[in-house]
């Protein structure tokens, strides 16, 4: 049980490293959360700070949430990999070392779910760059992929993946939510480089 607390702590702070702030602050000089939605996330990098600290974010954003998700195996612990890279999701939401003001939970699910269903990533990730290509909105992407994620899970996944991916659907919503009204008030950016 103390293996399991210990796990469960590293996913949490293993989350919590802000990657958009530390490229932003390190790369560029410059506080992410000042510019753009403010969100500590790869999107805002994007936007913000163009390609290639875009992509250097995501890519880890992803990495923190497939890492935590094989901590399981590499401390020996019986734990779901799904449930033990939740941590990690909020960690990447509320950072221990941000102020508790973080990302909006995408690529670090995305990366938990890369792990443990990699079919399940491919029909997520497929839709999120479909949705992204007709909407030019991410966040839109992001929220019709996590539907598209627990659909996969009810019709071929197992019991957890279907509960985490519901669970992740209404955080998800929940984390959005200024960008679900600024879609429907038509105020919402849309991303320039596709
Ligand atoms: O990755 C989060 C994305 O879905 C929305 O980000 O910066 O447009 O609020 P943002």
């Known amino acids: 049980i103390l293996t399991l607390i210990w796990l469960l702590i590293i996913s949490y702070l293993l989350g919590s490293i802000p990657t958009a702030l530390i490229v932003g602050k390190l790369g560029y000089g410059v506080d992410i959360r000042t510019l753009g939605s403010g969100n500590l996330g790869g999107t805002n990098t994007f936007r ?12 880890i954003d992803v990495l923190k949430g497939s890492i935590a998700a094989a901590l399981p195996y590499t401390m ?9 890279g939740l941590p990690a999701v909020l960690g990447h939401c509320y950072p ?14 995305a990366g938990v779910l890369l792990l443990y ?10 839709t999120f760059f479909i949705t992204m290509y007709l909407s030019k909105y991410v966040s839109l992407a992001s929220i019709i992929a996590a539907i598209i994620a627990h659909t996969y899970a009810i019709f071929f996944g197992d019991k957890v993946l279907s509960i985490v991916t519901f669970a992740l659907v209404v955080f998800l919503l929940w984390r959005h939510r200024s960008n679900i009204e600024r879609i429907l008030n038509g105020t919402e950016r849309k991303i320039s480089w596709m």
């Open 48 to 59: 913000s700070l163009g390609f290639t600290a875009g992509l250097i974010v995501t890519v």
């Open 76 to 84: 020996g612990v019986d734990i779901n990999p799904m449930l033990a």
């Open 96 to 109: 221990i070392f941000a102020g508790f003001r973080g990302g909006k939970a995408v690529a670090t699910s």
């Open 117 to 126: 269903s990699p079919f399940c990533f491919i029909a997520a990730a497929s």
